[in-house]
C-alpha cells in the first residue's frame, strides 16, 4: 500500500520561506512520480509540480515557474516543494499524491493522495 505524509504547513509570512515535505512509501511497482496539488478555499485543486523518483525529472506548472521548485531525497523517501517568496496567493491546503503514469499534473491520474497540509500565508 502506497502512503504519503505531508507535514511543514502552517502560518508563513508574505515573502518568507516555505517548504513543505512529502514521505513516501510503498511499492515501488505501484508509483513513480510525486506531485504537488493545492486548493484553495472556494477554489479548484489544482497542479503545482511533479517529479520522478526514479530519474529526478520534474515539471513545475507555468504559472508558477520560478517561485516553486520541487525536489527529492531519495536516502529519506521525501519530496519537497519550496518557494521563497510566498504570497497570500498561496494560501490553500496542499496535497501531495502519487502516480505511475509519466510527468503531469492531471489529478484523475492519481491514484493514491495524502491527507494534505493547510498553508496560511498571512502577515
Known amino acids: 500500500q502506497v502512503h504519503l505524509v505531508e507535514s511543514g504547513g502552517g502560518l508563513v509570512q508574505p515573502g518568507g520561506s516555505l517548504r513543505l515535505a512529502c514521505a513516501h512509501s510503498?511499492?515501488?511497482?505501484?508509483?513513480?512520480?510525486i506531485a504537488w496539488f493545492r486548493q484553495a478555499p472556494g477554489k479548484e485543486r489544482e497542479g503545482v509540480a511533479c517529479?520522478?523518483?526514479?530519474?529526478?525529472?520534474?515539471y513545475v506548472t507555468t504559472a508558477m515557474q520560478g517561485r516553486f521548485t520541487i525536489s527529492k531525497d531519495s536516502a529519506n523517501n521525501t519530496v519537497y516543494l519550496q518557494t521563497n517568496a510566498p504570497t497570500p496567493e498561496d494560501t490553500a491546503v496542499y496535497y501531495c499524491?502519487?502516480?505511475?503514469?509519466?510527468?503531469?499534473?492531471?489529478?484523475?491520474?492519481?491514484?493514491?493522495w495524502g491527507q494534505g497540509t493547510q498553508v496560511t500565508v498571512s502577515s
Open positions: 499524491a502519487a502516480t505511475n503514469w509519466g510527468l503531469n499534473l492531471n489529478s484523475v491520474t492519481f491514484r493514491y
Open positions: 510503498g511499492p515501488t511497482s505501484d508509483y513513480h512520480i
Open positions: 517529479i520522478s523518483v526514479r530519474d529526478g525529472k520534474s
